[in-house]
């Protein structure tokens, strides 16, 4: 990312979460652009190490499953206290699966549910934790998704479990405002990442599609005409994180591409 967009970040610190590929490493990324060091949490050990040494010798990385409450509290309470803490999290480690509601398992919801809303709920509330006991101020963004504002056909259990990661953002945001931590998501669309090919790959199969014909129709339903890049939420989750949106909290932003204007 060449644009500068919030001098105010240089020199701050960032929790990633499933920052080790995608929209996560987008965001990292853009965020070490601006002088932040990042910090990448990811269940892919490996991969996050990866990660984080392509971002400079301040990067840091930890293996970490988002929906274990232990694994977080040990994770983020060593951050806190061998790395000089955090000031942002970046709450985006996510999964899916596809399935017809009709024919969807409980393993199908509880994993989803267990990774998208439990490890924003445990990450969020480790963060606030020490936000208010050691900062007075603190800067949350959570992944959502345009599944989590429209219901996503074959995508129901997702589609539930983000809609939760918007109520959870605007009921926090409101709890912890006045303590000077502001608390917004980010709702992408259309995806090009590991996450995306596996979906294009199962709505082929369940709609007997191929995966090109998947891919034309999100292209056609998008008003600007192309997949999405990570990259094009990097700079909105830069803008969140800054000064520049200090008067805003409680939202759930669309980068879409025009896909969803409510
Ligand atoms: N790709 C899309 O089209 C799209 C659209 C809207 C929202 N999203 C959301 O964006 C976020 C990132 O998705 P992506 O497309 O980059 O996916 P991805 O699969 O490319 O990357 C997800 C990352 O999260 C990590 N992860 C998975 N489970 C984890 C856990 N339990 N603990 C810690 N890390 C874990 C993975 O190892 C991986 O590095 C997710 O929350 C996803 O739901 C994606």
Redesign the pocket.
């Known amino acids: 990312m060449s644009t500068l967009l919030a001098t105010d970040l240089k020199g701050k610190t960032a929790i990633v979460?499933?920052?080790?590929?995608?929209?996560?490493?987008a965001i990292a990324t853009a965020l070490a652009a601006h002088g932040v060091r990042i910090i990448i949490?990811?269940?892919?050990g490996e991969?996050?190490r990866q990660a984080a040494s392509s971002l400079g010798k301040d990067a840091q990385s930890f293996a970490?499953?988002?929906?274990?409450r232990a694994d977080v509290e040990r994770t983020f309470a060593q951050i806190e206290g061998t790395l000089g803490g955090y000031d942002l999290l970046i709450a985006?480690?996510?999964?899916?699966t596809m399935n017809r509601a009709i024919d969807l398992t409980d393993e199908e919801w509880d994993f989803n549910f267990?990774?998208?809303i439990k490890?924003v709920f445990l990450t969020n509330q480790a963060a606030v934790r020490y936000f208010l006991r050691e900062k007075k101020k603190g800067v949350i963004v959570n992944?959502?998704?345009?599944?989590a504002k429209v219901g996503a056909p074959l995508l129901a259990h997702?589609s539930a479990s983000?809609f939760a990661v918007l109520g959870w953002t605007q009921a926090l945001a409101r709890e912890v405002a006045a303590q000077g931590i502001r608390v917004n998501a980010v709702?992408?669309?259309?995806?090009?990442?590991?996450?995306?090919e596996?979906?294009v790959a199962w709505e082929a199969k369940l709609r007997g599609l191929t995966p090109d014909q998947v891919i034309k129709e999100y292209v056609a339903q998008t008003p600007l005409g192309r997949l999405?890049e990570?990259e094009d939420i990097a700079g909105l989750a830069v803008f969140l994180c800054s000064d520049a949106a200090r008067f805003m909290t409680g939202q759930g932003i669309n980068v879409t591409g025009g896909v969803y204007m409510g």
């Open positions: 979460t499933g920052g080790a590929t995608g929209i996560g490493k949490a990811d269940l892919n991969a996050a970490l499953d988002v929906s274990k985006n480690a996510g999964v899916s267990a990774v998208n490890g992944t959502a998704s345009l599944a997702y983000k709702c992408p669309g259309f995806v090009r990442t590991s996450m995306q596996r979906e999405e990570p």
